[in-house]
T-cell receptor, first 111, second 114 residues
Framework: QKEVEQDPGPLSVPEGAIVSLNCTYSNSAFQYFMWYRQYSRKGPELLMYTYSSGNKEDGRFTAQVDKSSKYISLFIRDSQPSDSATYLCAMSVTGGFKTIFGAGTRLFVKA | DVKVTQSSRYLVKRTGEKVFLECVQDMDHENMFWYRQDPGLGLRLIYFSYDVKMKEKGDIPEGYSVSREKKERFSLILESASTNQTSMYLC?????????????FGDGTRLSIL
């Protein structure tokens, strides 16, 4: 079993929809949680960075961490065609160098 | 903004060649990383460095080596390139400290070994 599981998609939604992207994980020691966005032929770009449980909001993006269920989510409100990209979840333990990445979910937002 | 620059976007080399991939960051980050990214396999850590001249193996170090002579520069070396090393290579950097800081990535080098 992988430490981090992420549905590869693709996920296709109409413009304006609310998008929900999710990851599950097995290591209860993870404390830092990140979401990256990766456009085609570009490197991953940090979108959200959270510590422990709870919600964090930044514009149209909301990151949610549920440590009891070992489940994290990224919500995108009012999705735009420019949100079409691959979204990677990532997580790490306190004091560790390694970050574990999900394989990424490919999202298409249709105009 | 953090800037991580990889020297080449696309590179084509031949089997058996020694290949150098260069990465430079401009934010004085202590930590630097090399990953390869393959469809369905996600990002896999090859090597990382937490200080000048210090290096640690990641999950898939075989066939690779690294060099960090200056804080801002981290090089990945394919000692004798093979076709199974055809991939997208990503460099990243991050601050050190008690709170794990997120990594910042370059735009990658797409390497083809013929």
């Amino acid at each position: 079993q992988k430490e981090v599981e992420q549905d590869p998609g693709p996920l296709s939604v109409p413009e304006g929809a609310i998008v929900s992207l999710n990851c599950t994980y097995s290591n209860s020691a993870f404390q830092y949680f990140m979401w990256y966005r990766q456009y085609s032929r570009k490197g991953p770009e940090l979108l959200m960075y959270t510590y422990s449980s709870g919600n964090k909001e930044d514009g149209r993006f909301t990151a949610q961490v549920d440590k009891s269920s070992k489940y994290i989510s990224l919500f995108i409100r009012d999705s735009q065609p420019s949100d079409s990209a691959t979204y990677l979840c990532a997580m790490s333990v306190t004091g560790g160098f390694k970050t574990i990445f999900g394989a990424g979910t490919r999202l298409f937002v249709k105009a | 903004d953090v800037k991580v620059t990889q020297s080449s976007r696309y590179l084509v080399k031949r089997t058996g060649e020694k290949v150098f991939l260069e990465c430079v960051q401009d934010m004085d980050h202590e930590n630097m990383f090399w990953y390869r990214q393959d469809p369905g396999l996600g990002l896999r850590l090859i090597y990382f460095s937490y200080d000048v001249k210090m290096k640690e193996k990641g999950d898939i170090p075989e066939g690779y080596s690294v060099s960090r002579e200056k804080k801002e520069r981290f090089s990945l070396i394919l000692e004798s390139a093979s076709t199974n090393q055809t991939s997208m290579y990503l460099c990243a950097s991050s601050l050190a400290g008690p709170n794990n800081q997120p990594q910042h990535f370059g735009d990658g080098t797409r390497l083809s070994i013929l």
